[in-house]
């Protein structure tokens, strides 16, 4: 037998949960295939099981993730999209960011993936460097991953702005959203391209939507490929 802790599972699952018998959740295949409550159920904790399973922590430097390393290379067809190979990267732009002058900046990923280096950035950036931290990603998965993972790092940030859009619209798109932070113009300090492949494709919108003050001497337009 498979044990799973109930409060291991998602929000809408252990809603289910708790709503149902000892006897209701003793078999899934027990279940009255009839009642819609059941079949939702089921099929929410049979989708979370397989997920339970399949998925394990990963921990980079001070911050740590669910999500599974395929067995041959990196793909971009996995669950949740992390590259180990890609640590010194992230390595690289937290100390940039952590070595010049600006500050109470604007930072947007993107591509953010399975979000590690949002992550990492709001664990290790200095406390004054980020105004407000955009990540992206289209997999429509990508906004409860992210906000279990913040959960998992014990994470209650306020100047956070999730999105699920295709990256080179996430960017175009901030400088007229109604929905946008009230000291955010539109335009970021700082874009971080993190793609699988070339970066070509997001380049026109990154420069479109780099501020002027990113151009400065202690701060010029940086795309970490």
Same mark, same amino acid.
């Given at each position: ?45 049979? /989708? ?5 399973? /399949?998925?394990?922590? /990963? ?167």
């Amino acid at each position: 037998k498979l044990h799973v802790a109930p409060e291991r599972l998602p929000g809408p699952v252990w809603e289910h949960y708790k709503e149902l018998t000892p006897c209701e959740i003793s078999s899934c295949g027990r279940m009255n295939v009839g009642n819609p409550h059941h079949q939702i159920f089921q099929v929410s904790f049979l /989708i979370t099981l397989y997920f339970l399973l /399949i998925m394990s922590t /990963i921990t980079e430097h001070t911050s740590t993730i669910n999500a599974t390393l395929p067995k041959g290379d990196v793909n971009k067809k996995m669950e949740v999209f992390y590259n180990p190979l890609m640590t010194s990267n992230r390595n690289i732009s937290i100390l940039l960011l952590n070595s010049i002058e600006n500050e109470e900046m604007n930072l947007a990923l993107p591509l953010t993936g399975s979000g590690i280096r949002a992550l990492r950035f709001l664990k290790e950036l200095n406390p004054n460097k980020i105004t407000n931290l955009f990540v992206n990603d289209k997999k429509e998965t990508f906004k409860k991953t992210f906000k279990d993972n913040l959960k998992l790092n014990k994470l209650k940030p306020k100047n956070i702005s999730i999105h699920t859009q295709d990256a080179n619209l996430f960017l175009l798109n901030q400088l007229n959203n109604k929905k946008k932070p009230a000291n955010f113009c539109g335009y970021f300090d700082y874009i971080d391209i993190d793609p699988f492949g070339t970066p070509n494709p997001f380049i026109p919108a990154s420069t479109a939507r780099i501020c002027r003050t990113a151009f400065s001497p202690s701060l010029q337009l940086t795309l970490l490929l």
